[in-house]
């Protein structure tokens, strides 16, 4: 864990404690930040399948592919 000191918007912390649901206001900057990092990682890999689309081979299999995503997001 890291001590940090920043200069949040009132209104931001408001929002972040009211939204994630947190128990105290680092739990709910922790939640927040953990939502935030996924969304840039989907962000990123949609980014990156518009660019070169997925090709599935006749012998594809959803197992591979759900473990890329377990594996991925985790």
Excluded at 23 to 51: G, Q
Excluded at 55 to 65: E, R
């Amino acid at each position: 864990s890291m001590k940090v000191t920043a200069l949040i918007p009132d209104q931001i912390v408001d929002d972040v404690k009211e939204l994630s649901g947190g128990k105290n206001l680092t739990d709910s900057l922790v939640i927040a930040l953990e939502e935030w990092i996924s969304l840039k990682k989907i962000k990123e890999l949609n980014e990156t399948i518009s660019r070169k689309p997925l090709k599935f081979s006749k012998d594809f299999s959803a197992a591979i592919l759900f473990f890329f995503m377990i594996t991925f997001f985790d």
